[in-house]
Antibody, heavy 121, light 108 residues
Framework: QVQLQGSGPGLVKPSETLSLTCTVSGDSVSSGRYYWSWIRQPPGKGLEWLGYISYSGTTNYNPSLKSRGTISIDTSKNQFSLMLTSVTAADTAVYYC?????????????WGQGTTVTVSS | EIVLTQSPATLSLSPGERATLSCRASQSVSTYLAWYQQKPGQAPRLLIY???TRAPGIPARFSGSGSGTDFTLTISSLEPEDFAVYYC??????????FGGGTKVEVK
């Protein structure tokens, strides 16, 4: 059974850097079959796709992040991570990590439980 | 950027009734559209991909249809556990993905 477990600080100060990690069990981030994604959901709002990383380190980001976001992968720990710099209150959200098929055909079939991040001084 | 518009924003129905949810794309996405269900306090769950293919373990009462710019998610007979928010996601513009604003199916 594949599981994704997100972790990171629940409170970040404005202008600082948000760092989240997703630990994968039951699958390997280096298997090459999937892309590893981050999605967020502001309080009371809808879903926003943030970006993904492949096993080889290829990344793609939502332009709305305006180059503030970086997704990385650590195959030795079977983890992938999200860093978001210069955060503001608008970055307050539940952050989900997910396993994505990496193609147009399918979708994100396994999700983490979500990590709540609040940006506040 | 492909924009997805979901309607209605809220659908008030009773258990046993049929639910019809709409997702309209700002340009053609062919059949590269997925649907997700999200219950309060939970992560989204993949229901449908490629517009009409049910994901593993999804009950047959869920069905998807459409192509191009207009898509429909139908729940043939609402069960109590189906009251949730539903999101569509376009995958035509891979690797740039986007979600619709969601439709909440609530108990009437």
């Amino acid at each position: 059974q594949v599981q994704l477990q997100g972790s990171g600080p629940g409170l970040v100060k404005p202008s600082e850097t948000l760092s989240l990690t997703c630990t994968v069990s039951g699958d390997s981030v280096s298997s090459g079959r999937y892309y590893w994604s981050w999605i967020r959901q502001p309080p009371g709002k809808g879903l926003e796709w943030l970006g993904y990383i492949s096993y080889s380190g290829t990344t793609n980001y939502n332009p709305s992040l305006k180059s503030r976001g970086t997704i990385s992968i650590d195959t030795s720990k079977n983890q992938f991570s999200l860093m978001l710099t210069s955060v503001t209150a608008a970055d307050t959200a539940v952050y989900y990590c997910a396993r994505d098929s990496g193609s147009m055909l399918r979708g994100a079939d396994v999700w983490g439980q979500g990590t709540t991040v609040t940006v506040s001084s | 950027e492909i924009v997805l518009t979901q309607s209605p924003a809220t659908l008030s129905l009773s258990p046993g009734e049929r639910a019809t949810l709409s997702c309209r794309a700002s340009q053609s996405v062919s059949t590269y559209l997925a649907w997700y269900q999200q219950k309060p306090g939970q992560a989204p769950r993949l229901l449908i991909y490629h517009a009409s293919t049910r994901a593993p373990g999804i009950p047959a009462r869920f069905s998807g249809s459409g192509s191009g710019t207009d898509f429909t998610l139908t729940i043939s007979s609402l069960e109590p556990e189906d009251f949730a928010v539903y999101y569509c996601q376009q995958r035509s513009n891979w690797p740039q993905l986007s979600f619709g604003g969601g439709t909440k199916v609530e108990v009437k």
